[in-house]
T-cell receptor, first 113, second 113 residues
């Protein structure tokens, strides 16, 4: 059984640019949730995808968008990057079929300069 | 509005001692309460979780105590070890855990040898 993987590990972007982060869910899981973790803070929920549909969204602007693919992997896209977007981006996979426990990947560290 | 309040912010214990971290929540619709452990540069790892139908759950050296009437829950780490030094997050969710996780701000635990 493979765990949750994310790519890339680190990323440096310039203000105004766009970024795409990727997540592969754990085997057997059909739900992916994305979180933003600022330094020294707890993760903040961005949105969740279940069977390729958005299933809940946190207090983040529309320039944060996502996708889930038929194999349940997912992408997080952020447009018009701002300095405050610098954070660790985490995805968590879970299954709505038998257990709701969310398992996190290692995260992508995004730095916006 | 912080829905999950966690204390203390930092905690130092001696090897072999008991570490206690407390959390309080406001939303009575929460019905799933996990604890996560996070090491620097890593994603949060699920430690243990509890649902409101039980008052205590133990897994190895980790125990969750849950007080539904007070809307509080706590993590006890028995026989604390230097390898337990990490940041611990409590969280809460609705619908059995299928919805977003709402995290506390974290507790940095240091276990001295």
């Amino acid at each position: 059984e493979t765990g949750v993987t994310q790519s890339p590990t680190h990323l440096i972007k310039t203000r105004g640019q766009q970024v795409t982060l990727r997540c592969s869910s754990q085997s057997g899981h059909n739900t992916v949730s994305w979180y933003q973790q600022a330094l020294g803070q707890g993760p903040q929920f961005i949105f969740q995808y279940y069977r390729e549909e958005e299933n809940g969204r946190g207090n983040f602007p529309p320039r944060f968008s996502g996708l889930q693919f038929p194999n349940y992997s997912s992408e997080l896209n952020v447009n018009a990057l701002e300095l405050d977007d610098s954070a660790l981006y985490l995805c968590a996979s879970s299954s709505r079929d038998y257990s709701y426990e969310q398992y996190f990947g290692p995260g992508t560290r995004l730095t916006v300069t | 509005q912080q829905q999950v309040k966690q204390s203390p912010q930092s905690l130092i214990v001696q090897k072999g001692g008991i570490s206690i971290i407390n959390c309080a929540y406001e939303n009575t619709a929460f019905d799933y309460f996990p604890w996560y452990q996070q090491f620097p540069g890593k994603g949060p790892a699920l430690l243990i979780a509890i649902r409101p139908d039980v008052s205590e759950k133990k897994e190895g050296r980790f125990t969750i105590s849950f007080n539904k009437s007070a809307k509080q829950f706590s993590l006890h780490i028995m026989d604390s070890q230097p390898g337990d030094s990490a940041t611990y997050f409590c969280a809460a969710s609705k619908q059995g855990g299928s919805e977003k996780l709402v995290f506390g701000k974290g507790t940095k635990l240091t276990v001295n040898p």
